[in-house]
């Protein structure tokens, strides 16, 4: 059964610094997603990631796929306090889509 | 805005019952995507459907149902409710085929309440 693990669970970072965010996963994938929910909300799509060595940026996050060590990452540069929210990744395997438990992200000023 | 709507936004069953859970994905979307999110967790695939088709499933129980129509809605059944169906329902419409696709659309949700 297809594992995944986000760490840290909660994250609280001042305004400014910067922060990655791990998502493993156990079994070989087809693709991973990174999605950002805002308390109350629905799931905002972020990155899909599709082939060993991905790498994608929007704004201040950039997310990253190493398909051998079965391990993305989401990195956050200069935090502001809108990036306050919950980000979760998710893997694609066969007909599945398996969500990590989410990292809680607090920016704080 | 993603363009898919859910429907009711609420809603309060007993134990036993059933409910039936609506959602009207993006026009050209031929995949939607069904999720069951409890307070705190990330989001747990139900199941998909493409082209009026189940092509993949969680590990949900057979209670739980669901339909894809031509006109891009979709319904979620749940049978025999218990307590720990309790969640936020959320579905996600996509316009390739099954998961392999650059993005899911999700709609807003159900919060569902057993009592």
């Known amino acids: 059964e297809l594992k995944v693990e986000q760490n840290p669970l909660f994250l609280s970072m001042q305004e400014g610094k910067n922060y990655t965010i791990y998502c493993n996963y156990s079994t070989t994938s087809d693709r991973l997603y990174w999605y950002r929910q805002d308390p109350g909300k629905s799931l905002e799509s972020l990155f899909v990631?599709?082939?060993?060595?991905a790498v994608k940026q929007e704004g201040r996050l950039m997310a990253s796929l190493d398909t051998k060590a079965r391990l993305s990452t989401l990195h956050i540069t200069a935090a502001v306090h809108d990036l306050s929210a919950t980000y979760f990744c998710?893997?694609?395997?066969?007909?599945?889509?398996?969500f990590g438990d989410g990292t809680t992200l607090t920016v704080k000023p | 805005e993603t363009g898919v709507t859910q429907s009711p936004t609420h809603l309060i069953k007993t134990r036993g019952q059933q409910v039936t859970l609506r959602c009207s994905s993006q026009?050209?979307?031929?995949?939607v995507s069904w999720y069951q999110q409890a307070l705190g967790q990330g989001p747990q695939f139900i199941f998909q459907?493409?082209?009026?088709?189940?092509?993949g499933r969680g590990n949900f129980p057979p209670r739980f149902s669901g339909l894809q129509f031509p006109n891009y809605s979709s319904e979620l059944n749940v049978n025999a409710l218990e307590l720990d169906d309790s969640a936020l329902y959320l579905c996600?419409?996509?316009?390739?085929?099954?998961?392999?696709?650059?993005?899911?659309?999700f709609g807003p949700g159900t919060r569902l309440t057993v009592l």
């Open positions: 990631l599709l082939s060993n060595g």
């Open positions: 459907y493409y082209r009026e088709e189940e092509n």
């Open positions: 026009s050209g979307h031929n995949t």
């Open positions: 998710a893997v694609v395997t066969t007909g599945k889509s398996t």
């Open positions: 996600a419409s996509s316009p390739g085929q099954g998961l392999m696709t650059d993005t899911q659309y």
